[in-house]
């Protein structure tokens, strides 16, 4: 029997899938029209996502009747009768390994399945993600996240360390370190340290997803500590105006954001740094989306990932008053994305003539610690080479 998987989503999603993934090996369907099981791991972050994952679902029930479908992750919950009412099975992520040992009588698979799929990483190409952490009580007024993953659980440490050193044993050189909030791991310090040590003869590097502003300490704290730890900081800012974060329930204020911003600088020159950012939230007016933009036009950040606020069930934000109409949200998305490539022209000119820590995957490319794109010449895949930044070397 073959398995098809897809997955739709983050980070946390991708590990999820890769981990499902890698006890299939062989057996795995690049498409559902050869598979006999198909397992979507879905996400419903936005609402568009969550239109997106349910289509797809329903499209791929009705074109392969006698496929059987296993859907898990986020939209579970919010779609339950729908999705069982077409025949697709529901499961959480951490019970799937066990479902398709269930399902899939006599399927040969080159090791024993695991029922705690939900923390077994999964690795591809290159880098594994590594999930050490689930769930988040943070309750930001936009977010479901809490609603759809519970409360937060860390995976323990011996776990993470000993899967860390299996990976980089396998061949992987890059561990990116993933959770629904990293903040909320148990002494995320201490784990940081343990894994920039681990008990392994070949060279690695760890890179951290996406960070919450408080989380920023710890971070900057752990590369200045191990050159392991990439200069790569993926900041989860959401906005630039005071009012509107404190809407949204965050715990700082765009002066923060300016401080750690210039001290990560400081200590690195050349970090990598992003934003996430949604605009047009409710009540946003035209003087505070004005804010967010000089303030991401001044701070000396890399790039952005701009959304578009999207209303979500349960959430303080959907009842909110001051909705913002569709046309000067698309706008404000397109003076936010536009403003994202003009910093991304300014972190390549910056980058230029230093020395970078290339990854090789193939293609002649790879991505630097700070998590550029780079042009290398003929290499093997899964190295690391040294090459000085030129003019025509980062692929946009």
Partial sequence: ???????????????????????????????????????VNTCAVTEGAERECLKYLLKLKRDNPALTVIAAGCLMSLRTEELSGHGI???????????????????TTDQEIKDKNDFQSGHKKTRAFLKIQDGCNRYCSYCIIPFLRGTPVSRPAAEVVGEAEELINSGYKELVITGINLGLYD???????????????????LRLSSLHLD????????????????????????????????????????????????????????????????????????????????????SDIDYLHVFPYSPRLKTKAADMSGRIGEKIKKERVARLRGLGSALRSRGIK??????????????FQGHSENYYLIRTPAAAPNQFIRLTVQENSIIL
């Avoid at 920039?196 to 590097?205: I, M, P, Q």
């Avoid at 910056?350 to 995957?361: D, F, K, N, P, S």
């Fill in 187 to 205: 002494n995320l310090p201490n784990l940081l340290k343990r894994l920039s040590n681990l008990d392994v003869k070949e060279e690695y590097r």
């Fill in 350 to 363: 910056r980058l230029l003539g230093h020395t970078v820590t290339v990854l090789t995957e193939g293609r």
């Fill in 89 to 107: 099975i529901l499961s959480p992520v951490s019970q799937v390994g066990k479902l398709l040992k269930e399902v899939s009588s006599g399927f």
């Fill in 1 to 39: 029997m073959m398995v098809f998987f897809k997955n739709f989503g983050c980070k946390v999603n991708q590990s999820e899938v890769d981990s499902l993934m890698r006890p299939f090996c062989g057996a795995i369907s690049d498409t559902p029209d050869c598979a006999d099981i198909a397992v």
């Fill in 215 to 298: 989380t920023l300490p710890t971070a900057l704290d752990a590369a200045l500590a191990s050159e392991r730890v990439a200069p790569h900081f993926h900041i989860s800012l959401q906005s630039g105006a005071k009012r509107i974060l404190s809407l949204m329930g965050r715990s700082y204020t765009p002066g923060d954001f300016i401080k750690w911003v210039e001290l990560i600088r400081k200590n690195f020159p050349i970090a990598g740094i992003g934003a996430d950012i949604i605009t047009a939230f409710p009540s946003e007016t035209d003087k505070e989306f004005q804010e967010t933009y000089a303030l991401l036009s001044d």
